[in-house]
Structures are given as C-alpha cells and as structure tokens.
C-alpha cells in the first residue's frame, strides 16, 4: 500500500484509541484541501500490509482510520487492510471524498470492511457538524456489513477535537479538525 504518514496513536480520528494511516495519492482536487502532500500521486511509501500491522501490533488499539489521499484509489490494499483489522478485532474507519452511495457501485465488497465512513468532498466554505468530519456536508456513517447503520453525524458527542503531537525526535503533528485564528 503506497501510504504518506501514519500515526501510533489518535482520539481524533474516530472512536477510540486508533492507528491512523494517510495513503498516497488522490485526484479529486478539494479546494482548500488540509493534506496537500498526500494528494500527490507519486511519492509517500510503498509498505507491505503486513508491515502495517506489525507497526500496529506494537500496541493495543481500538481501530484504524484510514484516511489520505483518497483510500478508495487503493482498492485492493485497503480491502486486504480492512479485512485484516478485522480479523485481529480492530474497528474500521475509511475517510473519502466519495459518497457512499458512489461506493456502493463497485466498493461494496470494501464496504463489508468497513464500521465506520466518513463521506463526501472536503468543502471548505462549510463548517462541520461532527468532530471526525472535515467539512459540513460530510457524513459520519455507522455501518454493518457494508450498509448503513446509523447516522451519527450530528450526534451531541461529535463536537470537534484536535491533538498536536511532539515526536521524540521534535516533529510536531497536528490531526483532527480545528481553526487557528
């Protein structure tokens, strides 16, 4: 899987104590996109699934957020990824500039995979009602074997968060949603 950056640990990114994966490479062209870097189609790095998870089981996580980059570009990785948290117990969350009603068409085998979709093209111009999503028109979709569950868009617990993390080696990372004046 061809992935920008990950992240050992966020309370941002979904429910929960989660491994977060960015992968590279998307064409969608949000303006005001906040992941630029990840939108390039070349560049990041190309690591195996199972290196992934050996990364991941490093510590004990909750889920994973897989977010980008646009994850559906990756089709097969991210449905072997999916597939493969499941498998040790982890719950899924996949951010996309798709619409889930898009992915139905031919992703629905990857949907299967996935607990949690955040939906829809960032829009800048449009705050967000829900801490996981980026922009208003986005969905935080609670599913069950690939269908909707649930809504949980604007469920009260969903205000938005931020972290900033310093790295042992002083980068500063910054993931969730929020402005700086």
């Not at 490479?25 to 870097?37: D, L, S």
């Not at 979709?141 to 649930?150: P, V």
């Amino acid at each position: 899987m061809r992935i920008n950056n990950y992240i050992e640990g966020s309370c941002v990114n979904g429910p929960g104590f989660r491994f977060c994966i960015w992968v590279q490479g998307c064409e969608r062209g949000c303006p005001g996109c906040f992941n630029k870097e990840a939108c390039k189609m070349q560049g990041g790095q190309e690591i195996d699934i199972s290196e992934i998870f050996r990364i991941i089981n490093r510590k004990k996580y909750d889920g994973i957020s897989v977010s980008g980059g646009e994850p559906f570009y990756q089709k097969n990785d991210l449905e072997l990824l999916l597939k493969t948290a499941k498998e040790q117990k982890l719950n899924t969350l996949v951010f996309t500039g798709f619409l889930y009603e898009e992915l139905l068409k031919d992703c629905s085998s990857i949907l299967r995979y996935c607990d949690y979709l955040i939906d829809g093209p960032y829009i800048r111009e449009l705050p967000s009602h829900c801490k996981y999503a980026g922009s208003g028109n986005q969905r935080y979709l609670k599913l069950r074997d690939g269908l909707i569950e649930s809504d949980l868009t604007f469920s009260t617990e969903n205000s938005s968060e931020c972290e900033i993390i310093i790295n042992p080696d002083g980068i500063i990372t910054t993931t969730g949603f929020f402005d700086i004046l």
